[in-house]
Nanobody, 137 residues
């Protein structure tokens, strides 16, 4: 089972940018085989889907991205198959983007046709421990 680790979180000012990374812990299967989701959780709030991308390793997903309305035009999800990583580039950050960001993977057929932006769409329970993003002036 793939084990995930997030990195890249930091404390920045509004309007600045960050790039988060999601990679495997201890090697393992290619992340290209999985749909990958990015979620975030602010203090006192439920975890919410931010972005996701379907697989690219011949499972029909073609690497299609999806974004929550709140981040469209500001966040970009991408893959680097050579580095076995998925990135979330975040521009024009706002205080409401603050929270712990998690990545999660799923290899189901449905997730790789249209990747889920809800937790229930990820059934392998392989959430990383998260990386903290703080946006404040």
């Amino acid at each position: 089972q793939v084990r995930l680790v997030e990195s890249g979180g930091s404390s920045v000012q509004p309007g600045e940018s960050l790039r988060l990374s999601c990679s495997t812990l201890g090697g393992g299967l290619s992340l290209g085989y999985y749909a990958i989701g990015w979620f975030r959780q602010a203090p006192g709030k439920e975890r919410e889907g931010v972005s996701c991308i379907t697989s690219t390793d011949g499972r029909g997903g073609l690497g299609r991205p999806r974004y929550a309305d709140s981040v469209k035009g500001r966040f970009t999800i991408s893959r680097d198959l050579a580095k076995n990583s998925v990135y979330l580039a975040m521009d024009s950050l706002k205080p409401e983007d603050s929270g712990v960001y998690y990545c999660v993977a799923d290899d189901s057929y449905s997730a790789n046709i249209r990747c889920p932006l809800t937790e229930g769409g990820y059934t392998l329970d392989n959430w990383g421990k998260g990386t903290l993003v703080t946006i404040s002036s």
